[in-house]
């Protein structure tokens, strides 16, 4: 596949099924920013409100730190990181 199709499904992808600009998409998923790994970057939303598509809701995880979000017991432990690195705000 060439990197222009990648483009194009990841264009199609953020737009479709992110429901956000594609520039937008692409900068928040440049790399995971827990660990700065690039190759492939989910995109998770902070509140896990889909519809909240504000710049600050959505951070880029790797697959591991986007599992251990969404896991009980990790959970704390990486909103934490991620408030460390001022990712996200504190409240
Ligand atoms: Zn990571
Ligand atoms: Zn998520």
């Known amino acids: 596949m060439s990197v222009n ?9 953020a737009e479709t099924s992110h429901n956000i600009p594609y520039d937008l998409y ?3 998923t ?3 920013c827990i660990c700065g ?3 492939i970057v989910e995109l998770h939303h902070i509140d ?3 519809n909240n598509n ?14 251990m ?6 959970r704390k432990q990486i909103l934490k990181e ?5 990712q996200i705000q504190q409240n």
């Open 69 to 74: 979000i969404h896991h009980r017991e990790f």
């Open 54 to 67: 504000s710049e600050n809701n959505m951070v880029g995880l790797c697959p591991n730190h986007h599992a």
């Open 48 to 50: 896990e409100n889909h």
């Open 30 to 32: 440049e790399k995971c």
């Open 26 to 28: 692409k900068k928040i």
């Open 5 to 13: 199709r990648i483009e194009q499904i990841k264009k199609h992808n």
């Open 82 to 86: 991620l408030m460390d690195k001022n």
């Open 37 to 39: 790994f690039d190759f």
